[in-house]
């Protein structure tokens, strides 16, 4: 498990199974491209198996991600999930879930190649930096291991990386929020963008996505982009900064769980009207979306992720390329949710009914 892994929010969660309602289903749909909206259609957790035979009894993986974070540890424990049901057919599944307590790719490279000198039979990568991480997979794959990427940020295109599972919409979220946003602010109005961290393919795709959709309308300006470095206290300062310099900012995008947090208490602190939309569940974030500081969050389904990456790995651990088996990338959902949302998403996700 991580070096700091949250076993409050993870206990949590486990509860939580119970108050899910049966039936739930993936959001998003690559075809359309249009989201499904509602707490109900936010996260999966009725998953089982398919009807592929492991080919052995035993395997060990190595998962590596960006940053500690509970966003992690809901990944995480889809993987458990799955462990758990694989258990349950005689095989046994050990892995590594490591991740550093700040954002760094040399951090990343260097378990990476410590990673490669032990007995895993599957490599996973949340990819901090896709310029910087994708060489390094490609080198590992050259040398005859098993390297798959997971989570929210695939390698740069042409890596040769086996296979990813994760949000393969990342760009189509940032625009689907800002979109949000600009429909609320009437499509005039200066914004603020708050990034994440330098190279991550997620957050950079989300505010790629965030600035073309802004550039549509001739009376919205972005005034500032920041990177705050998953950090809701740096996001926190930043968006004060923001508010100070631009008192009539209308808006902020936030582009990965952190910063809503951080800009919402800026907002609060300082008195501010600006509207915020940004991603996922943090607990605190919910709050704020239910008491309408936040707008609007885009709730990505870790809990599939991690369940899909297991089975993934399993199948490329026994020699299979993406095919018929599972596909070069295993999209998972996002869904954008709303004020009436907030309170059904904190009891179902933290059994929070205050």
Not at 40 to 48: I, K, L, N, R
Not at 53 to 67: E, Q, W
């Amino acid at each position: 498990m991580s070096e700091k892994m949250s076993s409050i929010f993870c206990k949590i969660l486990i509860v939580a199974f119970s108050l899910l309602v049966a039936g739930t289903s993936s959001g998003y749909s690559t075809d359309t491209g249009t989201q499904a909206e509602g707490a109900d259609s936010a996260v999966d957790f009725e998953h089982s198996l398919d009807d592929y035979v492991p080919a052995k009894k035993r395997y060990n993986f190595y998962f590596t991600y960006k940053i500690v974070h509970p966003w992690w540890d809901a990944v995480a424990l889809g993987m458990e999930d799955a462990q758990k049901k694989y258990l349950e057919k005689g095989i046994i599944i050990t892995y590594e879930y490591m991740a550093p307590d700040d954002v760094s790719y040399e951090d990343q490279i260097d378990r990476l190649l410590k990673a490669q000198e032990g007995d895993y039979d599957v490599i996973g990568v949340d990819v901090a930096d896709e310029e910087k991480i994708s060489p390094v997979l490609d080198k590992m794959v050259a040398s005859g291991k098993k390297v798959m990427t997971f989570s929210s940020s695939d390698a740069a295109p042409g890596c040769k990386r086996i296979a990813y599972v994760g949000n393969t919409h990342n760009y189509q979220d940032g625009a689907d929020l800002t979109e949000a946003l600009c429909k609320k602010l009437g499509y005039k109005g200066k914004v603020g963008i708050l990034v994440g961290s330098h190279g991550a393919p997620c957050h950079e795709d989300r505010a790629r996505g965030a600035k073309d959709t802004i550039a549509k309308y001739q009376d919205m300006e972005i005034v500032a982009v920041e990177y705050d470095m998953d950090s809701i206290d740096k996001a926190h300062e930043l968006a004060k900064e923001m508010i100070k310099d631009y008192p009539d900012i209308a808006g902020f995008v936030c582009c990965n769980m952190s910063n809503p947090v951080g800009t919402a208490r800026a907002v609060t602190e300082l008195g501010s009207k600006a509207v915020i939309v940004g991603m996922d569940h943090d607990q605190e974030a919910l709050h704020y979306l239910q008491d309408g500081i936040i707008y609007c969050l885009g709730v990505q389904d870790c809990y599939s992720i991690g369940f899909d990456t297991l089975k993934v790995a399993v199948k490329i651990a026994d020699g299979y390329l993406p095919g018929d088996l599972f596909p070069d990338k295993t999209d998972e959902s996002t869904t954008i949710i709303y004020q009436e949302d907030a309170a059904p998403m904190l009891e179902v996700l933290y059994g929070d009914v205050s």
